[in-house]
């Protein structure tokens, strides 16, 4: 048998014509070790595909024999090596290769550009150019080893034999290069030691396929690493920023399933705009430890798969205590007594009754309408589950009272009476709350700092040095868009604080290095909206909540999006400084919205699902209007267009509930069957 071999690096970066899938295939290259790898394909008649296959699927096609572990691991290469090119156009750097400047979404791009790093033997760290360590198995031999041992007993190693997962590059790798995106100078780009989930998963006998392309440091659609990802669905969208490129590969059938992180929306957006299952579990189910952090009081590793099942059996090997981790420690004593899979088996909900939190149902603006007449029509389908849905209505809410209740006595601070001005205060809703942000001091450069003392680099120590040995991207301000990261990474290092001098009316910025660290609010907040949930679940009686995951479909790359904060109150302050008399303005969020996703599951830190709900029929996009400093800022709502991009909806519960999550995620799914792969990336010829 003959075959034509063309390969992808995705290490570098390719020139802007490359974004037209006949360039792309010809021009990526994964250099010799693909080559071998994708000869794999061709020794065997492929009569499975991987085409939206499941774990079972795969296991009874091993099991039977079928299948092989090299096999099922070169149709997925293949794949990756056909739609892994860059999606985006733009001016290359000559020096590094690299897109560092503007970039331009393309339509109908045919890549994606959602996998950094494959582990293929001399492709998994540019510090270690021979890469022949015996002990570093790379993801063929992986494989190999695990058909040996089928072969030789006859069993699967554990739940996930021979199952490949994509890991965000924000977890580490031992074997692998882990830089959050960053293209970073370490001594040592590989970490001395897996991220404990990882090792989990290695343990059960997944062969960990490639690092996936994510925002640089946890925010954006971007790395500098490893360029923009694309939404499988329409290329000149977002895939979901932070945890895209690892959705966008498993949405495309570049792999099977992958961990992703969720600090605020990373997990549960990029499963929504990408029509999958993403599980964020329970704030101390999964350990953390290895992560690169972005905020430690919130980050969680997110499971993201094609079918609920799937998704379910990944976190099980994943859940439970890790010295490492002190937070999990909260999980001994309450995990399920029987494996997760057992929760997803098709069955009524007649005895299940699921609260509809409506605040989050509001339309703002027509980007909002059809997501939410999709997520109407997601209640009707919960009933025919047998499911009991307790549903205050449109315009209604089931925790006004909660609210008014726990709120004087738990953080009286989010309830301001205006003294003296007639106006009463400002209604709080579980819109603003949700979308809260604490005042935290040092948090983000205390926790960067530890990583990277523990990961012990001769050449990185600290965040000081991450910048001075880092080359960045950087683009003109985009309402919405996340600032670059070097600008994130400075930010970390010196609070910025800009004030009104009383006698010239000028304003003045001062900046102070940050030294403390102070991440109470973060607790009291979570606390509070914990108060808030339980009671009201508690009052009716409920299992669970629903809500669509965001009334917002997928937006455009690099564009301005939806505003999160719909309308402020100003309060004045008078400030005393060494400088003089100042006053501070502080803006108070009166009415917010998530843009993004609904924010929340990772404030509260209770587990969500988010399922595949439908596709939207149209879409409404901002218009850019281009500033005088080369910004672009939202203009005025533009549309609509006709567009079929994925809708997804969240399940809540409370914490350590996951079974019950899963078990109604499994029920809606297997009654709506809403996903379907996305058909600009078919099957590859055979």
Not at 193 to 207: E, F, N, Y
Not at 507 to 529: Q, V
Not at 585 to 605: D, M
């Amino acid at each position: 048998m003959r075959t034509t071999t063309t390969t992808t690096d995705f290490n570098t970066a390719s020139p802007s014509e490359a974004t037209h899938r006949n360039h792309n295939r010809n021009r990526f290259a994964l250099r010799g070790a693909a080559a071998i790898v994708l000869a794999f394909a061709c020794s065997y008649v492929q009569a499975f595909t991987v085409e939206e296959a499941t774990i079972a699927q795969v296991h009874q096609a091993m099991l039977s024999g079928q299948l092989s572990s090299k096999e099922l691991l070169s149709q997925y290469m293949k794949r990756i090596n056909a739609y892994n090119g860059t999606c985006v156009s733009g001016a290359v750097d000559p020096a590094t290769g690299r897109q560092l400047g503007a970039a331009t979404p393309v339509e109908n791009a045919g890549q994606l550009n959602a996998l950094m790093t494959l582990n293929v033997r001399g492709q998994r760290s540019k510090t270690d150019k021979v890469d022949n360590d015996p002990n570093m198995p790379d993801a063929m031999e992986t494989a190999a080893r695990l058909d040996a041992e089928l072969k030789r007993t006859g069993k699967l190693v554990g739940p996930l034999h021979g199952i490949p997962i994509v890991i965000k590059d924000q977890f580490d790798t031992f074997d692998m290069r882990t830089t959050a995106g960053a293209l970073t100078n370490y001594a040592n780009d590989r970490p001395p030691m897996d991220a404990t989930i990882v090792a989990r998963l290695r343990a059960a006998g997944a062969i960990i396929l490639a690092k996936g392309n994510m925002g640089e440091y946890a925010s954006g659609d971007r790395s500098t690493g490893g360029g923009t990802t694309c939404n499988p669905y329409d290329t000149s969208r977002s895939a979901g920023r932070s945890s895209g490129g690892p959705a966008a590969a498993v949405s495309a059938n570049l792999t099977m399933c992958a961990i992703g992180e969720e600090t605020g929306p990373s997990a549960r957006n990029p499963s929504a705009n990408t029509s999958l299952v993403g599980i964020v579990s329970t704030h101390s189910l999964l350990s953390r430890a290895g992560l690169i952090p972005a905020s430690a009081t919130l980050d969680r590793p997110g499971v993201l798969c094609r079918t609920v099942a799937d998704a379910a059996t990944v976190l099980d090997v994943l859940k439970g205590y890790d010295p490492k981790d002190p937070a999990t420690a909260a999980s001994v004593g309450r995990l399920p007594t029987r494996p997760l899979l057992a929760y997803t088996m098709p069955g009524s909900l007649k005895h299940m009754r699921i609260g509809v939190i409506r605040d989050f149902m509001v339309p703002f603006s027509h980007a909002d309408d059809d997501s939410i007449h999709i997520a109407e029509q997601a209640l009707d389908d919960l009933r025919k589950t047998g499911a009991t849905v307790v549903d205050p209505g449109p315009g209604n809410s089931l925790f006004t009272d909660a609210i008014s209740e726990l709120m004087p006595s738990i953080a009286p601070q989010h309830y301001k009476t205006l003294e003296g001005s007639g106006e009463k205060p400002t209604p709080i809703t579980l819109r603003i709350l949700s979308e809260y942000e604490p005042a935290t001091t040092g948090e983000g450069l205390y926790f960067m700092n530890r990583y990277l003392a523990n990961r012990g680099d001769q050449r990185i120590k600290n965040v000081a040095d991450l910048i001075a040995n880092s080359t960045f991207f950087t683009h003109p301000p985009i309402d919405g868009v996340t600032t670059p990261p070097k600008q994130r990474l400075e930010a970390l290092m010196t609070s910025t604080r800009t004030l009104t001098d009383k006698k010239t009316g000028a304003p003045t910025t001062f900046k102070t290095p940050i030294e403390g660290l102070n991440i109470e609010g973060w607790y009291a907040n979570r606390a509070l909206l914990q108060a808030i949930i339980e009671k009201v679940m508690a009052d009716n009686h409920l299992d669970a909540l629903v809500y669509p995951t965001k009334t917002v479909p997928a937006p455009h790359l690099i564009t301005p999006v939806e505003p999160t904060f719909l309308a402020t109150r100003d309060d004045k302050v008078s400030v005393t400084r060494p400088e003089g008399e100042f006053i501070e303005t502080h803006h108070v969020v009166t009415e917010a919205r998530g843009s993004l996703t609904w924010r929340l599951s990772p404030n509260l830190g209770f587990p969500t699902i988010t399922v595949p709900a439908g596709f939207t029929h149209e879409a409404y996009d901002r218009a850019i209007v281009v500033g005088k400093d080369g910004s672009f800022k939202a203009g005025d709502l533009v549309g609509p267009t006709p567009v079929a991009l994925p809708v997804g909806l969240d399940f809540l519960g409370r914490a350590f509930s996951e079974p019950t999550l899963l078990q109604i995620a499994a029920a809606y799914e297997h009654t709506t069957h809403h996903r379907h792969a996305p058909p600009a990336f078919p099957a590859l010829p055979q």
